[in-house]
């Protein structure tokens, strides 16, 4: 990533909504209206709808700025049924960062944790791409095609 380490944690947390794409990965689709970040620890990852509803997705659980954040992840499930995201920022050079991000605690959604992991994992990549063209300084960013990650 071509960003120092604490440009690409803010660019991944407090600016998250800049390069989420609202319209096709989230609770409301269509009829999401904005995302926001809380972010420190117990804060909220949401979104709200054009109604003014809003639906959680998740809530920091350990935010260490420019390391890592680990985050509870449920769009349009109870917090009870979460998994776990960690995105960790290590530094490769004075403008440049390795972000990895890893997703676990699938056995939490017991039968349906098989088919809900493949939805996110074929869904991280497209979203990931624009966060990095945000990072190159992309302001025409890909689009993500394809249903939504919300399992119904």
């Given at each position: 990533m071509p960003l120092a380490r604490?440009?690409?944690?803010?660019?991944?947390?407090?600016r998250l909504p800049e390069w989420w794409p609202l319209r096709t990965r989230?609770?409301?689709?269509e009829r999401a209206l904005s995302c926001h970040v809380e972010a420190r620890v117990g804060g909220r990852l949401y979104e709200r709808s054009d109604t003014g509803d809003e639906s959680?997705?998740?809530?920091f659980r350990v935010l260490e700025a420019p390391a890592r954040a680990v985050?509870?992840?449920h769009p349009g499930a109870p917090e009870t049924a979460a998994t776990e995201v960690e995105v960790r920022f290590t530094s490769t050079g004075d403008t440049s960062t390795r972000v990895e991000l890893e997703h676990r605690q699938w056995e939490r959604?017991?039968?349906r944790a098989?088919?809900?992991?493949?939805?996110?994992?074929?869904?991280w990549g497209p979203v990931l791409s624009r966060?990095?063209?945000?990072?190159?300084?992309?302001?025409d960013l890909p689009p993500?095609?394809?249903?939504?990650?919300?399992?119904r």
């Open positions: 604490d440009a690409a944690f803010d660019l991944f947390v407090r989230s609770v409301g689709l959680d997705w998740g809530r985050f509870s992840w959604l017991g039968a098989s088919f809900v992991r493949g939805l996110f994992e074929g869904g966060f990095e063209a945000l990072a190159r300084g992309e302001h993500v095609e394809g249903p939504g990650c919300v399992p």
